[in-house]
C-alpha cells in the first residue's frame, strides 16, 4: 500500500503488533476485543454459523491463506440527522421558524438512521418513520389548502 503514495502512510511493525495483540484474544475466551466477540456471538446461532460466519482464527495463522491489502474509498451512506421539523413536518430555517410551503418526510427528516432509532438502526425499521412523516406532512398541507 505504501507503494501507493510518495509517502510512508503505513507503519509495518506497528500493524503487525495490531494484528498480533488481535491474535492473543482469540486465544481468550473472555475477550473484550468487540469483533471478537461479534464474530463468536454471530456463531452461536447454528444457521449463521453453518452459512453467514466464517469460523473465528487468528490473522497470522498460515493455514488461513495470505493477507491482502485492500484500498478503501470511505463514503457516507447515511447523514444521521437531516432536515430540521416541527410536528408537522414543515422545514424550519435558521430561525427556528417554519418554511411556508416547505416539508419535509422520511429520511430527509432525520428517520435515516439518527432519527427516532438512533445509530444502530437497522434498515427496515426506517419504513415506518418515513410513512408516519409523510402522513404527517401530507395531513398538515391539506389543511392550509
Known amino acids: 500500500m505504501n507503494g501507493l503514495t510518495d509517502e510512508r502512510l503505513l507503519d509495518a511493525t506497528g ?6 495483540a488481535r491474535d492473543l484474544q482469540m486465544d481468550n475466551p473472555y475477550s473484550k476485543d468487540a469483533q471478537v466477540q461479534g464474530i463468536r456471538n454471530a456463531r452461536r446461532y447454528l444457521g449463521d454459523r453453518l452459512g453467514r460466519v466464517a469460523a473465528p482464527h487468528k490473522i497470522l495463522d498460515s493455514a488461513a491463506g495470505p493477507l491482502i491489502a485492500v484500498k478503501l474509498h470511505i ?25 411556508d410551503g416547505l416539508y419535509a418526510a422520511g429520511e430527509v427528516a432525520g428517520f ?12 427496515g425499521t426506517f419504513l415506518g418513520g418515513c410513512l408516519f412523516s409523510g402522513r404527517t406532512a401530507g395531513r398538515d398541507l391539506t389543511h392550509r389548502l
Not at 500493524?15 to 498480533?20: F, N, V
Not at 463514503?75 to 418554511?99: E, W
Open 112 to 123: 435515516g438512521g439518527g432519527g427516532a432509532h438512533g445509530y444502530n438502526a437497522l434498515e
Open 75 to 99: 463514503l457516507t451512506r447515511k447523514t444521521l440527522g437531516g432536515i430540521q421539523t416541527d410536528l408537522h413536518s414543515r422545514a424550519l430555517g435558521r430561525d427556528g421558524h417554519p418554511i
Open 15 to 20: 500493524i503487525r503488533a495490531q494484528i498480533e
